[in-house]
């Protein structure tokens, strides 16, 4: 009884903090939990339009969906996007901040603005561009080859050129927030460690080896981890570039899901796809933190 009165007198005396952060903790529940919790349970029925006859088959649609061979393909696809493009953007970023941290505000704000704009316009608005880039009769891209002497190529529906393609769109505009942050991370390394190596004889490679990067490892944590999540859940550029083809190539789970729920109307298997895709997503950031918290050590 002693500890619910002290409970309640405590909850009084921050009520206006938990009045503040309570929106936040609505839309989590309203637009995350929820959802969340609903796909698992849809994903153990078999589900049309009609929800109100769905039937209730266990784990079936889990075990039928390891035996689809565009299930597995879409499995494939994401893991390779994953592994071509966040180590790409990561790197890219990471050395362009590199680049871009010794210049003076003005500089680095322009260039803060020109790396940042096309993730502002977004995959859709950058697809269209890429639309005219790649394509096969008047596209940019082939006229460059024919400059050089080579034959045209069908970027968006050859592979593996349809899954290259996508991943160059990709990285057009998610190396923008990368930059930002690392331009960050470096401005919050103190000066005196940087003027003590410099001191010690280090070069500048030396500096961004032992010195900037070491402690831009939380940095580079997240941003590892929310690349990972963003790059699983790909699907505007390929529905707008190749609609996953030709024959799967370039077809990932979100995109799958996406075919399974509004185009053949079967809600459970998609629920299912989901629930399988988001648990893949935790057991990579798990692993990545694992990683870096050994790393550490």
């Known amino acids: ?6 409970f309640a007198r405590d909850f009084r005396k921050g009520i206006s903090g938990y009045l503040f952060i309570a929106p936040g903790y609505v839309a989590f529940i309203a637009f995350m939990l929820i959802p969340i919790l609903f796909a698992t349970s849809l994903s153990f029925y078999k589900s049309s339009f009609n929800v ?27 893991i390779a996007y994953t592994l071509v493009i966040v180590p790409a953007t990561v790197t ?40 005219w880039i790649f394509n096969p009769t008047y596209g940019l891209m082939n006229y ?20 290259l393609a996508v991943c160059g769109v990709v990285l057009t505009f998610t190396i923008g927030q990368p930059i930002i942050l690392f331009l960050a991370g470096l401005a919050g390394i103190p000066q005196d460690i940087l003027d003590a190596a410099t001191v010690d004889g280090a070069s500048s490679l030396q500096k961004a ?8 490892r939380p940095v580079l944590l997240f941003v590892l981890a929310t ?21 799967n190539t370039s077809t990932s789970l979100v995109y799958l ?27 990579f950031t798990l692993l990545q933190l694992r990683f870096w918290r050994e790393a550490d050590m």
């Open 1 to 6: 009884m002693t500890r619910l009165r002290a």
């Open 52 to 78: 109100s006859a769905r039937e209730f088959v266990w784990f079936d649609q889990y075990s039928l969906i390891f035996k689809d061979a565009v299930f597995r393909k879409a499995l494939f696809n994401t």
């Open 92 to 131: 890219i970023s990471l050395f362009i901040a590199l680049l871009i941290d010794p210049l003076g505000m003005k500089a680095q704000a322009f260039f803060r603005g020109a790396f940042y704009i096309p993730g502002v316009a977004g995959g859709v608005v950058l697809s269209v561009v890429y639309l």
């Open 144 to 163: 460059l080859l024919g400059l050089a002497g080579i034959e045209p190529v069908l970027w968006l529906a050859e592979a593996p050129y349809s899954f």
């Open 209 to 216: 080896r032992y010195v900037r990067l070491p402690l831009l």
């Open 227 to 247: 690349q990972t999540i963003q790059v699983f859940q790909l699907w505007e550029v390929i529905y707008m570039l190749t609609g996953g083809g030709p024959y």
């Open 257 to 283: 899901i996406y075919q399974t729920a509004f185009v053949s109307a079967d809600y459970g298997k998609a629920s299912a796809i989901g629930v399988i895709l988001m648990l893949i997503i935790l057991v």
